[in-house]
Nanobody, 112 residues
């Protein structure tokens, strides 16, 4: 059974920081390309960070940092200087060639 489980979301004030985690099981983690997406209500799901350094929106590229720890099968997303427009559900994504998986998402809400 393949599972990607995100955690670390919650309510944070503007200007704050968060670190999201995605722990995987059922895959050979080190063989997968890992990335993070987000989706706000009424908007498309968009890439915010990728281990492969794929192109992403200017609104996130300078504030979002992705990292991975193959020893614990986990990928992280560090978000700095959070803004209200960062409010969204954040999804972990794993891909190996034609095979890909999504996590269930974790809610991030940025508000005073």
């Amino acid at each position: 059974q393949v599972q990607l489980v995100e955690s670390g979301g919650g309510l944070v004030q503007p200007g704050g920081s968060l670190r999201l985690s995605c722990t995987t099981s059922g895959i050979i983690f080190r063989d997968y390309d890992m990335s993070w997406y987000r989706q706000a209500p009424g908007k498309q799901r968009v890439l915010v960070a990728s281990i492969t350094r794929a192109r992403r929106p200017n609104s996130v590229k300078d504030r979002f940092t992705i990292s991975r720890d193959n020893d614990v099968n986990t990928v992280y997303l560090t978000i700095n200087t959070l803004q209200p427009e960062d409010t969204a559900i954040y999804y972990c994504h794993a891909q190996r060639g034609r095979i890909h998986y999504w996590g269930q998402g974790t809610q991030v809400t940025v508000s005073s």
